[in-house]
């Protein structure tokens, strides 16, 4: 497992004072507006320490590992939160010990999309960083490419197949024995189509057109894989 953000935050607190604590959320969040905008390429040390008001030996004192550092906990922090409202909604909407009538699949899956592609405005400092991993995958230390995965893409994507087979066990689907790529086939089919479409949220589709992706999307993945 690679480092994620709540084991970061609990480290912390064991071995920091509050105030020491309290400095680094400081930077770590004045960090993400920095990473957000320019990318892990871009971005110095330099810009990084400016923006949360502190000197770059400041900063190296808190993240020794400097900008690689700082961009894990970054990832790992956003991505910790997103993951957990992802998590949520799909609690409500999905949830295996309650799965929906037959009739009502096709609805309930739609909104579920629709909650995953809102994330995008909830979130919207989290999707450019991970608009920018994509894009400099190349340059991004492979130990944050783990971290990221970890803390939330990773816990998601089993979560979903958890789903999938409970949906399978209610006789709704057929997985046709392997629920990872069924939950993939999901996301593909519905919330990433408007992510790539949309630039991870940076430019917005019509509220007409992110309704047809998403019903069109369903109801492909139900064809797919209805029962």
């Known amino acids: 497992m690679g480092s994620t953000n709540e084991a970061w935050l609990e480290r912390s607190r064991r071995e920091v004072p509050s105030r020491t604590l309290e ?39 808190h ?5 690689a550092e700082l961009f894990r906990t970054v990832v790992s922090w956003t991505s910790s939160d997103v993951r ?9 909407l999905l949830d295996p010990e309650r799965p929906p009538r037959p009739e009502h699949l096709e609805r309930d899956l739609v909104a579920l999309a629709r909650a995953f592609t809102g994330l995008m405005t909830d979130f919207p400092d989290h999707f ?3 608009r920018h991993i994509h894009a400099e995958a190349d340059h991004v230390p492979g130990e944050v ?22 949906l399978a066990e209610a006789g709704l689907l057929d997985l046709h024995g392997d ?12 919330t990433h189509q408007v992510t790539l479409l949309s630039h991870y949220g940076v430019l917005p589709l019509p509220a007409g057109e992110t309704d047809r992706l998403l019903t069109g999307g369903v109801a492909a993945f139900l064809r797919a894989y209805r029962r």
Not at 63 to 67: I, R
């Open 63 to 67: 993240f020794p590992g400097g900008k």
């Open 179 to 190: 629920p990872a790529l069924t939950a993939t086939h999901f996301m593909s089919l519905t």
């Open 84 to 92: 957990d409202a992802q998590l949520a909604r799909m609690s409500t």
């Open 128 to 130: 450019a960083l991970v």
């Open 23 to 61: 400095k680094r959320i400081a930077m770590a969040s004045a960090a993400c507006t920095v990473f957000g905008r320019e990318g892990y390429a871009r971005a110095s040390v330099d810009a990084l320490a400016a923006a949360a008001g502190v000197s770059t030996r400041t900063l190296y004192n």
């Open 145 to 166: 490419l783990q971290a990221w995965k970890d803390a939330g893409p990773g816990p998601v994507g089993q979560a979903l197949a958890a789903a999938m087979t409970g």
